[in-house]
Each structure stands twice: as structure tokens, then as C-alpha cells.
């Protein structure tokens, strides 16, 4: 199974940018997606994740101007972020949990930049 995000680049604060992560290869179902990210010398933290069904989870900080979502039949999830802000700047990473007939297991993408100017 691979993640492979996209997306990513330079936005001058206040701007947009929309990120793409679709998973490829032995893939029955997939749970839970989401999109992290690590700004530098920091923890990476937990930006949005979307169930399955569609329910959505936000970090406070994003809340009101990044929306996740996912398209099942292409097993894509999107992060559209909006307003960004300098302190957006970090490597954003996608997850998902899939389900391949025997096991669920947990994969990260390669990571994608965002850097926002002030």
C-alpha cells in the first residue's frame, strides 16, 4: 500500500491551498484518513481526520478554514485550506487505516510542503 500526497507549496498568508493524498495497491476498505503535519523543531500534530461515513475532526487551530474531505471510490482525501496563516507552515503528512481482507493497518504518505508567507 502506498500514500501518495500532493499539493503542497508556497501561499502568501491569507491564500489557498488544497492538498491530495491517494492510496494505491491491496486495498479492500479503507477506515479513517486524515492529514497531520510537523512544523520545524516541533511534534507532528493532528490537523483533521475523516471516518469512512464522512464525520470530520479539527484541530482548534484549523477549525473555520481547512476542510477535509475524501472520495471513496477514488480512496482520496483532500485537505482544502483556506485563510492560511505563517504559522501553517509545516510538512503535511496524510494517513489512513486499510483494511485488506486480513488486517488493518496504519500508512503514512511521503509528506508535502507548505510554507506561508507573511
Known amino acids: 500500500v502506498q500514500l501518495q500526497a500532493s499539493g503542497g507549496g508556497l501561499a502568501q498568508a491569507g491564500g489557498s491551498l488544497r492538498l491530495s493524498c491517494a492510496a494505491s495497491?491491496?486495498?479492500?476498505?479503507?477506515?479513517?484518513m486524515g492529514w497531520y503535519r510537523q512544523a520545524p523543531g516541533k511534534q507532528r500534530e493532528l490537523v483533521a481526520t475523516?471516518?469512512?461515513?464522512?464525520?470530520?475532526n479539527y484541530a482548534d487551530s484549523v477549525k473555520g478554514r481547512f476542510t477535509i474531505s475524501r472520495d471513496n471510490a477514488k480512496n482520496t482525501v483532500y485537505l482544502q485550506m483556506n485563510s492560511l496563516k505563517p504559522e501553517d507552515t509545516a510538512v503535511y503528512y496524510c494517513?489512513?487505516?486499510?483494511?485488506?481482507?486480513?488486517?488493518?493497518?496504519?500508512?503514512w504518505g511521503q509528506g508535502t510542503l507548505v510554507t506561508v508567507s507573511s
Open positions: 495497491g491491496s486495498i479492500f476498505s479503507i477506515n479513517d
Open positions: 475523516i471516518t469512512s461515513g464522512g464525520s470530520t
Open positions: 494517513y489512513a487505516k486499510i483494511y485488506n481482507q486480513v488486517t488493518i493497518n496504519g500508512y
